[in-house]
Protein backbone atom coordinates (compact mmCIF):
# COMPACT_ATOMS: atom_id res chain seq x y z
CA UNK A 1 0.00 0.00 0.00
CA UNK A 2 1.39 3.07 -0.62
CA UNK A 3 0.64 6.89 0.06
CA UNK A 4 -0.48 10.03 -1.80
CA UNK A 5 -1.07 13.67 -1.06
CA UNK A 6 -4.49 15.28 -1.48
CA UNK A 7 -2.39 18.24 -3.34
CA UNK A 8 -0.73 15.67 -6.26
CA UNK A 9 2.96 17.24 -5.27
CA UNK A 10 4.30 13.91 -4.35
CA UNK A 11 5.48 10.24 -5.51
CA UNK A 12 3.97 7.82 -3.50
CA UNK A 13 5.47 6.59 -0.54
CA UNK A 14 5.52 3.87 1.83
CA UNK A 15 3.97 3.33 5.11
CA UNK A 16 6.53 4.12 7.43
CA UNK A 17 7.66 7.01 5.35
CA UNK A 18 4.18 8.15 5.64
CA UNK A 19 4.23 7.91 9.27
CA UNK A 20 7.13 9.99 9.40
CA UNK A 21 6.37 12.84 7.39
CA UNK A 22 3.12 13.63 8.96
CA UNK A 23 2.36 16.54 6.56
CA UNK A 24 3.45 16.41 2.76
CA UNK A 25 5.77 18.48 1.60
CA UNK A 26 3.38 19.88 -1.04
CA UNK A 27 1.23 21.06 2.13
CA UNK A 28 -1.05 18.17 1.51
CA UNK A 29 -2.37 15.20 3.69
CA UNK A 30 -1.50 11.88 3.10
CA UNK A 31 -4.03 9.35 1.74
CA UNK A 32 -3.64 5.70 0.80
CA UNK A 33 -3.46 5.41 -3.21
CA UNK A 34 -6.61 2.96 -3.01
CA UNK A 35 -9.03 1.96 -0.22
CA UNK A 36 -9.61 -1.33 0.02
CA UNK A 37 -12.94 -3.06 -0.27
CA UNK A 38 -13.78 -5.42 3.05
CA UNK A 39 -16.92 -6.48 2.71
CA UNK A 40 -16.61 -9.81 2.27
CA UNK A 41 -13.94 -9.86 5.75
CA UNK A 42 -17.21 -8.15 7.89
CA UNK A 43 -17.95 -11.61 8.51
CA UNK A 44 -15.08 -12.79 10.06
CA UNK A 45 -13.83 -9.73 11.49
CA UNK A 46 -17.32 -9.52 14.01
CA UNK A 47 -15.45 -12.39 15.64
CA UNK A 48 -12.33 -11.03 16.73
CA UNK A 49 -11.25 -9.35 19.96
CA UNK A 50 -10.62 -5.38 19.53
CA UNK A 51 -6.54 -6.33 19.25
CA UNK A 52 -6.84 -8.86 16.60
CA UNK A 53 -9.09 -6.96 14.68
CA UNK A 54 -7.09 -3.61 15.09
CA UNK A 55 -4.01 -6.62 13.44
CA UNK A 56 -6.27 -7.27 10.78
CA UNK A 57 -7.20 -3.63 9.48
CA UNK A 58 -3.90 -2.02 10.08
CA UNK A 59 -1.83 -4.60 8.38
CA UNK A 60 -3.96 -3.69 5.28
CA UNK A 61 -2.33 -0.38 5.11
CA UNK A 62 1.01 -1.03 7.20
CA UNK A 63 2.50 -3.56 4.23
CA UNK A 64 6.35 -2.65 5.22
CA UNK A 65 5.88 -3.91 8.23
CA UNK A 66 5.78 -8.02 9.04
CA UNK A 67 2.85 -9.31 10.62
CA UNK A 68 4.74 -10.48 13.97
CA UNK A 69 6.28 -6.88 14.30
CA UNK A 70 2.76 -5.48 13.83
CA UNK A 71 1.08 -7.42 16.31
CA UNK A 72 3.56 -6.83 19.21
CA UNK A 73 3.06 -3.62 18.67
CA UNK A 74 -0.25 -3.67 18.79
CA UNK A 75 -0.57 -5.54 22.17
CA UNK A 76 1.88 -3.46 23.64
CA UNK A 77 -0.36 -0.52 22.31
CA UNK A 78 -3.35 -1.92 24.11
CA UNK A 79 -2.56 -3.06 26.78
CA UNK A 80 -2.34 0.08 28.28
CA UNK A 81 -6.29 -0.01 28.53
CA UNK A 82 -8.30 -0.50 31.60
CA UNK A 83 -11.18 -1.85 29.83
CA UNK A 84 -10.36 -5.46 28.49
CA UNK A 85 -12.41 -4.54 25.61
CA UNK A 86 -10.17 -1.26 25.27
CA UNK A 87 -13.36 0.26 23.55
CA UNK A 88 -16.57 -1.15 25.18
CA UNK A 89 -20.26 -0.31 24.29
CA UNK A 90 -22.57 0.39 26.97
CA UNK A 91 -26.60 0.63 26.85
CA UNK A 92 -28.09 4.53 27.67
CA UNK A 93 -31.38 5.16 27.03
CA UNK A 94 -31.82 4.76 22.93
CA UNK A 95 -27.93 4.48 22.19
CA UNK A 96 -25.30 2.51 22.46
CA UNK A 97 -22.49 4.91 23.65
CA UNK A 98 -18.86 3.62 22.49
CA UNK A 99 -16.52 4.33 25.43
CA UNK A 100 -13.33 5.52 24.28
CA UNK A 101 -11.43 7.21 27.45
CA UNK A 102 -10.27 3.73 28.85
CA UNK A 103 -6.68 4.08 27.81
CA UNK A 104 -3.69 6.05 29.98
CA UNK A 105 -5.11 10.25 29.29
CA UNK A 106 -9.00 9.06 29.37
CA UNK A 107 -9.85 10.48 25.87
CA UNK A 108 -9.90 8.79 22.77
CA UNK A 109 -6.68 10.18 21.66
CA UNK A 110 -5.19 7.73 23.13
CA UNK A 111 -6.45 4.50 20.90
CA UNK A 112 -4.37 5.94 18.12
CA UNK A 113 -1.47 7.54 20.27
CA UNK A 114 -0.48 4.81 22.40
CA UNK A 115 0.12 2.78 18.92
CA UNK A 116 1.42 5.84 17.39
CA UNK A 117 4.16 6.61 20.32
CA UNK A 118 4.95 2.46 19.81
CA UNK A 119 5.12 2.71 15.88
CA UNK A 120 7.97 5.95 15.93
CA UNK A 121 9.56 4.14 18.81
CA UNK A 122 9.95 0.73 16.41
CA UNK A 123 10.92 2.55 13.25
CA UNK A 124 13.62 4.67 14.61
CA UNK A 125 15.38 1.68 16.01
CA UNK A 126 15.02 0.09 12.58
CA UNK A 127 15.91 3.13 11.18
CA UNK A 128 18.24 4.60 13.59
CA UNK A 129 18.08 8.96 13.58
CA UNK A 130 15.76 11.41 15.79
CA UNK A 131 12.29 12.32 15.82
CA UNK A 132 11.26 15.96 16.90
CA UNK A 133 7.35 15.95 17.34
CA UNK A 134 5.98 19.58 16.97
CA UNK A 135 2.23 19.05 18.00
CA UNK A 136 -1.18 21.21 18.52
CA UNK A 137 -3.60 20.71 20.63
CA UNK A 138 -7.24 22.09 22.17
CA UNK A 139 -7.13 19.77 25.12
CA UNK A 140 -6.69 16.23 25.00
CA UNK A 141 -3.92 15.24 21.63
CA UNK A 142 -1.21 16.89 23.61
CA UNK A 143 -1.35 14.56 26.64
CA UNK A 144 -2.27 11.44 25.07
CA UNK A 145 0.49 12.12 22.51
CA UNK A 146 2.91 13.35 25.24
CA UNK A 147 2.24 9.97 27.37
CA UNK A 148 2.52 7.94 24.17
CA UNK A 149 6.30 9.06 24.22
CA UNK A 150 7.43 10.18 27.13
CA UNK A 151 10.96 8.85 28.04
CA UNK A 152 11.26 6.83 24.78
CA UNK A 153 15.07 7.75 22.59
CA UNK A 154 15.46 9.59 20.38
CA UNK A 155 12.10 11.46 20.56
CA UNK A 156 11.50 15.18 21.97
CA UNK A 157 8.25 16.13 21.78
CA UNK A 158 7.10 20.06 21.99
CA UNK A 159 3.17 20.51 22.39
CA UNK A 160 1.56 23.69 21.81
CA UNK A 161 -1.64 24.46 23.58
CA UNK A 162 -3.84 27.68 24.02
CA UNK A 163 -3.22 29.25 26.99
CA UNK A 164 -5.83 28.58 29.59
CA UNK A 165 -8.13 27.51 27.09
CA UNK A 166 -7.79 23.70 28.07
CA UNK A 167 -10.08 22.70 31.26
CA UNK A 168 -7.32 22.75 34.11
CA UNK A 169 -6.66 18.78 34.45
CA UNK A 170 -6.13 18.76 30.54
CA UNK A 171 -3.86 21.06 31.07
CA UNK A 172 -2.29 19.42 34.23
CA UNK A 173 -2.05 15.82 32.64
CA UNK A 174 0.10 17.81 30.00
CA UNK A 175 2.22 19.72 32.21
CA UNK A 176 2.93 17.08 35.09
CA UNK A 177 5.16 15.11 32.63
CA UNK A 178 8.12 16.08 33.73
CA UNK A 179 10.90 13.72 31.83
CA UNK A 180 13.59 15.80 29.57
CA UNK A 181 11.66 15.04 25.97
CA UNK A 182 8.53 17.16 26.91
CA UNK A 183 7.70 20.13 25.85
CA UNK A 184 4.33 22.27 26.38
CA UNK A 185 4.11 25.08 25.09
CA UNK A 186 1.02 27.80 26.20
CA UNK A 187 0.20 29.58 23.04
CA UNK A 188 -1.03 33.11 23.60
CA UNK A 189 -4.14 32.64 20.87
CA UNK A 190 -6.65 29.62 19.73
CA UNK A 191 -6.13 26.34 18.99
CA UNK A 192 -6.64 27.05 15.39
CA UNK A 193 -3.44 29.73 15.49
CA UNK A 194 -1.51 26.80 17.33
CA UNK A 195 -2.55 24.35 14.17
CA UNK A 196 -1.29 27.31 12.06
CA UNK A 197 1.76 27.51 13.92
CA UNK A 198 2.88 23.77 13.12
CA UNK A 199 1.16 23.42 9.98
CA UNK A 200 3.32 26.68 8.80
CA UNK A 201 6.13 25.31 10.27
CA UNK A 202 6.05 21.70 8.91
CA UNK A 203 5.54 23.88 5.31
CA UNK A 204 9.24 25.25 5.33
CA UNK A 205 10.76 21.94 3.70
CA UNK A 206 13.97 22.61 4.46
CA UNK A 207 13.13 23.69 8.27
CA UNK A 208 10.95 20.31 8.58
CA UNK A 209 14.11 18.43 7.00
CA UNK A 210 16.64 19.63 9.15
CA UNK A 211 15.14 19.10 12.36
CA UNK A 212 13.57 15.75 11.81
CA UNK A 213 10.25 17.15 12.85
CA UNK A 214 7.33 14.95 12.78
CA UNK A 215 3.29 14.82 13.25
CA UNK A 216 1.02 13.20 16.34
CA UNK A 217 -1.84 15.19 15.27
CA UNK A 218 -4.36 13.82 12.95
CA UNK A 219 -2.03 15.16 10.11
CA UNK A 220 -0.20 11.82 10.55
CA UNK A 221 -2.41 9.37 8.71
CA UNK A 222 -1.48 6.73 11.68
CA UNK A 223 -3.88 8.71 13.79
CA UNK A 224 -6.71 8.19 11.54
CA UNK A 225 -5.87 4.95 10.33
CA UNK A 226 -5.88 3.55 14.21
CA UNK A 227 -9.10 5.11 14.69
CA UNK A 228 -11.23 3.43 12.16
CA UNK A 229 -10.47 0.33 14.15
CA UNK A 230 -13.31 0.83 16.92
CA UNK A 231 -15.62 1.73 14.27
CA UNK A 232 -15.57 -1.62 13.21
CA UNK A 233 -15.32 -3.18 15.99
CA UNK A 234 -18.33 -1.08 17.48
CA UNK A 235 -20.60 -1.66 14.59
CA UNK A 236 -20.15 -5.61 14.91
CA UNK A 237 -21.27 -4.98 18.30
CA UNK A 238 -24.20 -3.13 17.87
CA UNK A 239 -25.23 -5.63 15.07
CA UNK A 240 -24.90 -8.53 16.43
CA UNK A 241 -26.66 -7.13 19.19
CA UNK A 242 -29.87 -5.70 17.69
CA UNK A 243 -30.13 -7.76 14.54
CA UNK A 244 -30.06 -4.16 12.65
CA UNK A 245 -28.20 -4.82 9.05
CA UNK A 246 -26.76 -0.68 9.75
CA UNK A 247 -25.97 1.18 12.14
CA UNK A 248 -25.13 5.17 12.18
CA UNK A 249 -22.47 6.76 14.50
CA UNK A 250 -23.14 10.43 15.74
CA UNK A 251 -19.62 11.43 16.72
CA UNK A 252 -18.97 15.15 18.43
CA UNK A 253 -16.12 16.99 15.96
CA UNK A 254 -13.83 19.65 15.83
CA UNK A 255 -10.49 19.08 13.80
CA UNK A 256 -12.55 16.29 11.50
CA UNK A 257 -10.41 13.58 12.21
CA UNK A 258 -12.28 10.87 14.10
CA UNK A 259 -15.67 11.36 12.13
CA UNK A 260 -13.05 10.78 8.90
CA UNK A 261 -12.32 7.90 10.28
CA UNK A 262 -15.92 6.89 10.20
CA UNK A 263 -16.43 7.61 6.79
CA UNK A 264 -13.31 6.04 5.48
CA UNK A 265 -14.73 2.79 7.39
CA UNK A 266 -17.86 3.12 5.36
CA UNK A 267 -15.85 3.58 2.25
CA UNK A 268 -14.59 0.55 2.85
CA UNK A 269 -17.79 -1.05 3.12
CA UNK A 270 -18.75 -0.90 6.51
CA UNK A 271 -22.81 -0.59 6.57
CA UNK A 272 -23.12 2.90 7.94
CA UNK A 273 -26.14 4.30 7.03
CA UNK A 274 -25.53 7.97 8.65
CA UNK A 275 -22.75 9.45 9.92
CA UNK A 276 -23.70 12.38 12.72
CA UNK A 277 -21.20 15.44 12.64
CA UNK A 278 -22.19 17.23 15.88
CA UNK A 279 -20.14 20.59 16.56
CA UNK A 280 -20.56 22.98 19.57
CA UNK A 281 -20.76 27.11 18.73
CA UNK A 282 -17.64 26.29 16.63
CA UNK A 283 -20.02 25.37 13.81
CA UNK A 284 -17.90 25.90 10.67
CA UNK A 285 -18.40 21.72 9.71
CA UNK A 286 -22.22 21.75 10.64
CA UNK A 287 -22.87 25.11 8.43
CA UNK A 288 -20.47 23.33 5.67
CA UNK A 289 -22.69 20.10 5.15
CA UNK A 290 -25.98 21.82 5.57
CA UNK A 291 -25.25 24.78 3.21
CA UNK A 292 -22.20 24.24 0.85
CA UNK A 293 -20.48 27.06 2.51
CA UNK A 294 -17.25 26.51 4.35
CA UNK A 295 -16.38 29.83 5.61
CA UNK A 296 -14.32 30.68 8.36
CA UNK A 297 -15.01 32.42 11.64
CA UNK A 298 -13.06 32.97 14.92
CA UNK A 299 -13.26 30.07 17.40
CA UNK A 300 -14.87 31.20 20.84
CA UNK A 301 -14.06 29.20 24.10
CA UNK A 302 -16.86 26.60 25.15
CA UNK A 303 -17.14 24.01 27.39
CA UNK A 304 -16.66 21.46 25.10
CA UNK A 305 -13.02 23.26 24.76
CA UNK A 306 -11.27 20.39 22.63
CA UNK A 307 -13.84 21.02 19.85
CA UNK A 308 -12.89 25.25 19.67
CA UNK A 309 -11.78 24.48 16.28
CA UNK A 310 -12.85 26.37 13.54
CA UNK A 311 -10.17 25.56 10.81
CA UNK A 312 -10.51 21.37 10.37
CA UNK A 313 -7.76 20.00 9.37
CA UNK A 314 -9.31 16.32 7.93
CA UNK A 315 -11.68 18.02 6.15
CA UNK A 316 -9.55 18.74 3.35
CA UNK A 317 -9.03 14.52 3.53
CA UNK A 318 -12.90 14.82 2.96
CA UNK A 319 -13.54 17.30 0.33
CA UNK A 320 -10.20 15.35 -1.53
CA UNK A 321 -13.02 12.09 -1.78
CA UNK A 322 -15.90 15.24 -2.42
CA UNK A 323 -13.52 16.27 -5.86
CA UNK A 324 -13.38 12.96 -7.11
CA UNK A 325 -9.68 12.51 -5.93
CA UNK A 326 -8.96 15.17 -8.38
CA UNK A 327 -5.58 16.91 -6.75
CA UNK A 328 -6.23 20.07 -8.95
CA UNK A 329 -9.80 20.80 -7.64
CA UNK A 330 -8.63 20.64 -3.98
CA UNK A 331 -6.04 23.05 -4.86
CA UNK A 332 -8.06 25.10 -6.24
CA UNK A 333 -10.81 24.94 -3.15
CA UNK A 334 -7.99 25.04 -0.32
CA UNK A 335 -6.83 28.42 -1.99
CA UNK A 336 -10.44 29.73 -2.31
CA UNK A 337 -10.50 29.59 1.18
CA UNK A 338 -6.66 30.65 2.11
CA UNK A 339 -7.57 33.72 0.12
CA UNK A 340 -11.06 34.96 0.12
CA UNK A 341 -11.89 32.44 3.76
CA UNK A 342 -14.52 30.91 1.96
CA UNK A 343 -14.65 27.80 -0.40
CA UNK A 344 -18.23 26.04 -1.58
CA UNK A 345 -19.30 23.04 -3.08
CA UNK A 346 -22.84 22.38 -4.81
CA UNK A 347 -25.48 20.57 -2.90
CA UNK A 348 -27.06 17.42 -4.26
CA UNK A 349 -30.60 16.83 -5.08
CA UNK A 350 -31.73 16.54 -1.72
CA UNK A 351 -30.50 19.79 -0.67
CA UNK A 352 -26.97 19.14 0.95
CA UNK A 353 -23.64 18.20 0.64
CA UNK A 354 -23.54 14.16 1.06
CA UNK A 355 -26.62 12.38 2.13
CA UNK A 356 -24.23 10.18 4.20
CA UNK A 357 -23.82 13.02 6.37
CA UNK A 358 -26.27 14.57 9.05
CA UNK A 359 -24.83 17.58 10.47
CA UNK A 360 -25.76 19.68 14.13
CA UNK A 361 -24.84 21.62 16.44
CA UNK A 362 -25.28 21.74 20.66
CA UNK A 363 -24.61 25.11 22.76
CA UNK A 364 -24.07 25.57 26.30
CA UNK A 365 -27.72 25.38 27.32
CA UNK A 366 -28.34 22.06 25.88
CA UNK A 367 -25.06 20.34 26.55
CA UNK A 368 -25.53 20.74 30.16
CA UNK A 369 -29.48 20.23 29.62
CA UNK A 370 -28.34 16.73 28.37
CA UNK A 371 -25.58 16.08 31.04
CA UNK A 372 -28.33 17.06 33.50
CA UNK A 373 -31.00 14.67 31.95
CA UNK A 374 -28.53 11.34 31.42
CA UNK A 375 -27.73 11.70 34.51
CA UNK A 376 -31.50 11.77 36.33
CA UNK A 377 -32.38 9.30 33.58
CA UNK A 378 -30.05 6.85 33.21
CA UNK A 379 -27.65 7.43 36.17
CA UNK A 380 -24.46 8.47 33.32
CA UNK A 381 -22.48 11.27 33.27
CA UNK A 382 -21.85 12.53 29.58
CA UNK A 383 -18.59 14.52 29.65
CA UNK A 384 -19.92 17.31 27.63
CA UNK A 385 -18.34 16.49 24.11
CA UNK A 386 -19.87 13.44 24.30
CA UNK A 387 -23.23 15.13 25.34
CA UNK A 388 -22.57 17.61 21.97
CA UNK A 389 -22.96 14.45 19.95
CA UNK A 390 -25.64 12.66 22.41
CA UNK A 391 -27.71 16.17 21.94
CA UNK A 392 -27.39 16.25 18.13
CA UNK A 393 -28.02 12.31 17.69
CA UNK A 394 -31.60 12.80 19.68
CA UNK A 395 -32.84 14.52 16.05
CA UNK A 396 -31.57 12.10 14.05
CA UNK A 397 -32.68 8.57 15.70
CA UNK A 398 -33.72 5.88 12.57
CA UNK A 399 -36.16 3.17 13.71
CA UNK A 400 -33.99 1.11 11.28
CA UNK A 401 -30.60 1.74 12.30
CA UNK A 402 -29.41 1.77 15.95
CA UNK A 403 -27.20 4.92 16.52
CA UNK A 404 -23.73 4.48 18.41
CA UNK A 405 -22.43 7.95 20.06
CA UNK A 406 -18.74 8.25 20.66
CA UNK A 407 -17.92 9.12 24.32
CA UNK A 408 -14.43 10.56 23.19
CA UNK A 409 -13.85 11.67 26.89
CA UNK A 410 -14.18 11.03 30.53
CA UNK A 411 -16.48 13.79 32.39
CA UNK A 412 -13.75 14.10 34.99
CA UNK A 413 -11.67 15.81 33.12
CA UNK A 414 -14.20 18.88 32.83
CA UNK A 415 -14.58 19.39 36.37
CA UNK A 416 -16.45 22.51 35.91
CA UNK A 417 -18.91 21.66 33.16
CA UNK A 418 -19.71 18.51 35.06
CA UNK A 419 -20.42 20.68 38.59
CA UNK A 420 -22.59 23.22 36.27
CA UNK A 421 -24.88 20.17 35.21
CA UNK A 422 -25.16 17.84 37.20
CA UNK A 423 -23.98 19.95 40.77
CA UNK A 424 -21.33 17.91 41.68
CA UNK A 425 -17.54 16.49 40.23
CA UNK A 426 -17.15 13.09 39.08
CA UNK A 427 -13.46 11.86 39.93
CA UNK A 428 -11.31 9.38 38.34
CA UNK A 429 -7.97 8.01 40.12
CA UNK A 430 -5.78 9.29 37.69
CA UNK A 431 -6.72 12.62 37.89
CA UNK A 432 -7.35 13.00 41.32
CA UNK A 433 -3.58 11.62 41.83
CA UNK A 434 -2.40 15.44 39.93
CA UNK A 435 -3.54 17.40 42.48
CA UNK A 436 -0.51 18.64 43.96
CA UNK A 437 1.51 17.41 41.02
CA UNK A 438 4.93 19.73 40.18
CA UNK A 439 4.14 21.59 36.45
CA UNK A 440 6.49 22.58 33.30
CA UNK A 441 5.18 24.74 31.03
CA UNK A 442 6.75 27.87 28.89
CA UNK A 443 4.24 30.71 27.53
CA UNK A 444 4.92 32.11 24.23
CA UNK A 445 3.93 34.57 21.83
CA UNK A 446 1.30 33.21 18.51
CA UNK A 447 4.17 33.40 16.41
CA UNK A 448 5.68 31.04 14.18
CA UNK A 449 9.42 32.69 14.02
CA UNK A 450 9.38 32.18 17.62
CA UNK A 451 8.33 28.54 18.22
CA UNK A 452 11.09 28.08 15.26
CA UNK A 453 13.12 29.55 17.29
CA UNK A 454 12.31 27.48 20.33
CA UNK A 455 12.14 24.08 18.84
CA UNK A 456 16.41 25.25 17.38
CA UNK A 457 17.32 26.17 20.91
CA UNK A 458 15.70 22.47 22.72
CA UNK A 459 16.57 20.19 20.09
C1 LIG B 1 -12.95 14.95 23.86
C2 LIG B 1 -12.95 15.30 22.41
N1 LIG B 1 -14.08 15.11 21.71
C3 LIG B 1 -14.13 15.39 20.40
C4 LIG B 1 -13.05 15.91 19.72
C5 LIG B 1 -13.17 16.19 18.26
O1 LIG B 1 -12.48 15.23 17.51
P1 LIG B 1 -11.91 15.60 16.07
O2 LIG B 1 -11.00 16.75 16.27
O3 LIG B 1 -11.20 14.38 15.62
O4 LIG B 1 -13.08 15.96 15.26
C6 LIG B 1 -11.86 16.14 20.43
C7 LIG B 1 -10.65 16.69 19.78
O5 LIG B 1 -10.16 16.25 18.81
C8 LIG B 1 -11.79 15.78 21.78
O6 LIG B 1 -10.66 15.91 22.46
N1 LIG C 1 -9.29 18.21 19.82
C1 LIG C 1 -7.93 17.97 19.52
C2 LIG C 1 -7.39 18.93 18.51
C3 LIG C 1 -6.29 18.32 17.70
O1 LIG C 1 -6.84 17.33 16.90
P1 LIG C 1 -6.04 16.21 16.17
O2 LIG C 1 -7.02 15.09 16.09
O3 LIG C 1 -5.64 16.75 14.87
O4 LIG C 1 -4.84 15.84 16.97
C4 LIG C 1 -7.14 17.97 20.82
O5 LIG C 1 -7.68 17.49 21.79
O6 LIG C 1 -6.03 18.41 20.87
Not at 60 to 65: E, N, P, R, Y
Not at 128 to 135: A, P, Q, R, S
Not at 210 to 218: A, D, Y
Not at 328 to 347: C, E, I, Q, S, T
Amino acid sequence: MKYISTRGQMEPIEFQDAVMTGLAPDGGLLLPQELPDVGNKLEAWSKLSYTELAFEVIRLFATDIPDADLKQLIDDSYATFEHPEVCPSVDVGDFQILELFHGPTLAFKDVALQFLGNLFAYILEKRGGKLNILGATSGDTGSAAIHGVRGKPNINIFIMHPEGRTSPLQEKQMTSVLDANVFNLAVDGSFDDCQNIMKTTFGDVPFKTEHSLGSVNSVNWARVLAQTVYYFYAAFRTLEKTGASTVQFSVPTGNFGDILAGYLAQQMGLPVSKLILATNENDILTRFFNTGEYSKAQAVPTISPSMDIQVASNFERYLYFKVGKDAAKLVDLMNDFKDKGVLKVALNETGVVDDLFAAGRGDTASTLETIKRYKEQYGYVLDPHTAVGVYVAEKFRSPESPTICLATAHPAKFTQAIIDAIGEAVHHPTLDALEHAETRCETIANDVDLVKQYLVEHI
